[in-house]
């Protein structure tokens, strides 16, 4: 398989672009290599410019949860791009979201929608911080939640794949701010909680993570820091960003019964368009701006192309479709570990309905940020290249998800463990 317009092509973009590209988890450093520069996606499929045709796991990194080209959402955005592309005035299709958000996500009363999960979690942290008057925020290693500055401390997805969970240009005022304990530790939340409980705003948490890899949290984490917030008056965040309505037809938060104080959503309520949410309890919401003291804008927020695709998409999402995308999430994890079994490579694949991740390890489980530095990286990126070369496309770094959606099917699956049963024989090495 060849890539010379994809190579040609990022040489023309370091040019012009810082790195060649315009999100650093795309630039393949994770993996070494050269990224693939793509050009078309239908279904399960993508086709990279040199006309190369690949199985998508990355699915726009979560948005595609219905697979490429999705019907009834191409169709909205087309009907909505010629009756108009923007008013920067409230328009019917942001109540007929907003409404969607709040019948469904039991956590929210009220949602402003934004354009970014980096806006919608910075939003939340300051809407956190108005709420209480308090300043500090909890965290935890390994999870991401955009890039303002006070969420890239110990943070995953590209800034670990680049080895930068702490990026430059952060200020340590700012990041003396942010306190990052290790997931599915609940003593550790419980000591950062007595030494500094009534000076937390919030604890942020990917309720499943995804951005150390699929990181499941313990049956005891989440109710546990239901309570232990609320014991101190912090605000709980739920980021689902890359969970909501990915994990379930109500995300992670409903899948495990717990009620955050404030949710924020993003890629699958976009469809792949740039629409983003923070929702939560009214009585919270009601501090941002225009009523409430706490400020949050955007020229761009409630596109009507973009609700036009969120409102198309979320009415597509039942609880079938979650029963099918469960059992065909769990059909191809069960498979790609007895195939890296059946290869003698010891690996640890993680799953929850819609993702799952593959860690080369021969530990028993791997349950945080400490767990997935000890996997081994460069069998992972062996992996990915053996996969790309045979027509699957994984995420470009060993630190992300792979994302499952309906349209991956038995033809799919199938596909994708031949693939892994020669990748696998290739890593065994
Ligand atoms: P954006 O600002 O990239 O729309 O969303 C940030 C964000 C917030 N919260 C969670 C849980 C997220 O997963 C993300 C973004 N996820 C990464 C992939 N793991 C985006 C991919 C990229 O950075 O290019």
């Not at 409404?99 to 009220?110: S, Y």
């Not at 949710?263 to 009214?282: D, E, S, W």
């Not at 409102?311 to 059909?331: K, V």
């Not at 499952?404 to 090495?429: K, Y």
């Amino acid at each position: 398989m060849h890539r010379d317009k994809s190579e040609g092509l990022l040489r023309r973009a370091a040019a012009v672009m810082p790195g060649g590209v315009n999100s650093p988890v795309r630039a393949f450093k994770g993996v070494g290599g050269s990224p693939v520069f793509f050009e078309s996606a239908q279904g399960a499929h993508m086709v990279d410019v040199d006309g190369n045709r690949y199985i998508d796991y990355v699915g726009a990194w979560g948005p595609m949860v219905q697979g490429h080209g999705f019907a009834p959402l191409v169709q909205a955005v087309q009907r909505q791009a010629a009756a108009g592309l923007g008013f920067g005035a409230p328009t019917e299709a942001e109540v007929d979201m907003a409404e969607r958000l709040v019948a469904r996500v039991p956590a929210i009363e009220k949602a402003r929608l934004v354009n970014s999960g980096t806006e919608a979690t910075m939003t939340a942290l300051r809407l956190a911080r108005g709420f209480t008057g308090r300043d500090l925020i909890v965290k935890f290693d390994g999870c991401y939640h955009g890039h303002s500055d006070a969420l890239l401390v110990k943070a995953g997805s590209g800034a670990l794949t680049l080895g930068m969970p702490d990026s430059a240009g952060v200020p340590a005022a700012v990041a003396r701010n942010t306190l990052s304990v290790p997931y599915n530790d609940m003593d550790a939340v419980d000591a950062v909680l007595r030494r500094h409980g009534d000076a937390i705003a919030a604890v942020i948490v990917e309720p499943v993570a995804g951005n150390m890899g699929c990181v499941p949290p313990d049956a005891h984490f989440l109710p546990g820091l239901r309570e232990a917030t609320e014991r101190v008056g912090a605000l709980l965040i739920f980021d689902e960003v890359m969970t909501g309505f990915r994990v379930g037809p109500a995300g992670a938060g409903a899948l495990h019964g717990v009620v955050a104080d404030l949710v924020t959503l993003g890629k699958v309520i976009g469809g792949g368009l740039p629409v983003a949410a923070l929702g939560g309890r009214a009585e919270v919401m009601d501090h941002l701006a225009p009523d409430g003291p706490v400020y949050q804008a955007g020229t761009l927020s409630g596109n009507p192309l973009a609700t036009a695709a969120g409102i198309s998409m979320l009415d597509a999402l039942n609880e079938a479709f979650y029963t099918r995308l469960a059992a065909n999430t769990q059909t191809l994890a069960d498979g790609l570990a007895a195939c890296a079994q059946s290869h003698q490579v010891p690996v640890c694949v993680n799953r929850v309905c819609g993702m799952f991740s593959i860690f080369f390890t021969s530990a028993p489980a791997v349950r945080g940020f400490a767990d997935v530095m000890a996997c081994d990286r460069e069998r992972y990126g062996r992996f990915f290249h053996a996969m790309l070369d045979a027509g699957v496309y994984f995420a470009p770094s060993a630190f992300e998800a792979a994302f499952v959606s309906g349209a991956h099917g038995e033809e799919e699956i199938a596909s994708t463990l031949a693939a892994a049963d020669l990748a696998f024989a290739r890593v065994h090495a």
